[in-house]
């Protein structure tokens, strides 16, 4: 049973953490935000075990999804599924398992939120088919990662205002940034067995164009710490991620696999970053 237990877990790569973080950045940004600094305690709590419990479930999905692709895959071929230590139907049992405990939190919370959850879902569970039909897989994992944001604003006052919209936006856009990186040491590959990314997508204009989403990405953090009334705190925050923007770019400009790999780690610093210059901001003002 241990064993067994162990195997769910690699499956869930509760091992590698960074998707854990990804996703819980942008969800932390909207609740200070939306709590003013002093964010409700039980929402906090329903929404860092919904990040683990869901980036769990979308690990799950996209292995069942990729089995067949991953044992092609060298950074892949290992895992629980496609290497046969966890069948087809377990993974299945887990998913829906994973997915009712991140319901049953979302229970605790308002009408609006529950609403949310299920486009929530829905974005998770269908991303990892994405790669398939579109170059554009990495826009639909941003889009479920950003599901946090509209869910945490409607947690804490009751409602979606515009500024939770802004920063859903720039946060796909973010996603798209990294996720590309992360794409981008696996290209060789991909194109072999035929996925799709954005980083086969943009193909020689990778490094330009993940510089322009960056661009974008901090200007729309600029434009939310103006609607929502940020000050210069903040702003320290926006510097040092575009310091970190531009160490990724130093990173991939070989585009060496593992060099990108480590530019799409780097992105877990960027995201600690912003908050803290959140987190700081509200401090002060106190």
Partial sequence: MKQRFYQYALLMRLHRPIGIFLLLWPTLWALWVAGEGKPDLLVLGVFVAGVVLMRSAGCVINDIADRHIDRHVSRTH???????RVSVREALVLFAVLCLAAFALVLLLNRLTVYLSFAAVALAAVYPFMKRITHLPQVVLGAAFAMAIPMAFAAQTGEVPPVA??????????TVAYD??????DREEDL??????????????DRVIIGILQALF????????????LGWVFN??????????LYQQYLIRDRDPARCFEAFLNNNWLGA????GIVLEYLSAY
Wanted: hydrophobic residues 55%; charged residues 10%.
């Fill in 273 to 276: 970053a912003v908050f803290a």
């Fill in 78 to 84: 290992d895992r629980p599924i496609t290497a046969g």
């Fill in 236 to 245: 320290l925050g926006i510097i040092a991620a575009t310091v970190y923007s």
């Fill in 192 to 205: 072999r067995i035929g996925v799709k990314s954005t980083a086969i997508l943009f193909g020689d204009a």
């Fill in 180 to 185: 590309t990186m992360y794409a981008m040491a």
């Fill in 218 to 229: 901090l200007a729309g953090l600029y434009l939310f710490g103006k609607q929502a009334e």
């Fill in 165 to 174: 919209w802004l920063l859903y936006v720039t946060t796909i856009v973010w």
